[in-house]
């Protein structure tokens, strides 16, 4: 109909954390300077949980976002009453299968439900990827501790033990000989995974999807403590020949899940023997990756490039990074917190691009298990890679956690 606005459906809204916020608004803020008009559609109690948000979008409406045939039935319920949604969108993990479902019933562009759910099912990715010629470390899906052992006794350890369809490093166990193996199958659900362990440096690779084949915008290289992110930097300083075999990587790995739509994190790792793939998620990575990523390729608006391929396929990839940005995660030693110094004068610099604590004097500090148990963290640009490095050491020196251990 002329002058009625194209729309944008944003199903899941954002998350619980603040940089699922950060994404959303970016993403609302992307559509709206190209005149679109916005919805989201998610939980009361997220919506409440984000005002900001909410108030955002052009209109909000109370669904159940995890379940598919619950967005469907309202997608398909507005589009009677005369509602278009042109381009179905979803920022995270949990709503994809919505996305997929809703895009499919619309008929507007995404990836098919099947895709979301190869990409989401961790065993299922790796043998999709292992058919394509991709090289992939070993993996069974487990429901005890038999078949924990059994192939424990085919592959070679250490061996990671993780959930099927987890995220944030919850529940994932480093297995080094039976006995680590038996507790980590104590500690894990019915039916959960046994990996071949991958040595090597982490990284992973953001993009968008145009006219239905994956662009690397940037990589971000990772720092771990065991397999919690503790740390990142975009851009990522590999070799041209090995950034351009993670993008062809990426390419068949997405041609491989029948992924063609919206934006990826890819996960990889490099090697002694090359590059191996990680998870592949059709969504942004998080972690404010995405705020690095801004800061460092200032052209590149993530959405706006999904938003002008899917409405008007003119989308043109960006430059190369011109800049560099870091984050650093706080990891102070467990215990109860009884103050933070030099926050203040920290967070005041310049340069600092976003800075946040998620710990208070007298509470008490857990150990480092999964992403949750950290304790804040610091976004720092900088014109070059050494110099957004260098300041973060300094800034993240300048904050001191006294700690009464427990």
Known sequence: MAGVPKSVLLIGGAGPVSSSRDIVADALAQAHARGLRTYVITSAGLLASAPAVTAAASATAVVDPDDPAACVRWARERTAAGEGFDVVLGLRDAVLPSVAAVSEALGTPGNSPAAVRRSQRKDECRQVLAAAGLPQPAVRLCASLADAVAFAGEVAGPWVVKPRGGQGSEGVHLARDEASLRAAVAASPPEFLVEEFVSGQEYSAEGVFLRGVPHVLALTAKETAGFVEVAHTLPAELPAPVAGEVSGQVRRAAAALGLSHGVFHVEFWVTAHGVVLGEVHPRPGGDWIHRLLGHAVPEAEMFGLVYDDQLTGGATPPPAPSRAATSRYFTPPPGRLREVEGWEEVVAHPKVLHAE???????????????????????????????????????MAAVRFEVEAS
């Open 357 to 395: 604590l998620t710990v208070r004097p007298g509470e008490v500090i857990p150990p480092v298990h999964a992403s949750g148990d950290r304790c804040g963290l610091l976004v720092i640009g900088g014109d070059t890679v050494e110099q957004a490095r260098e300041r973060a050491d300094d800034l």
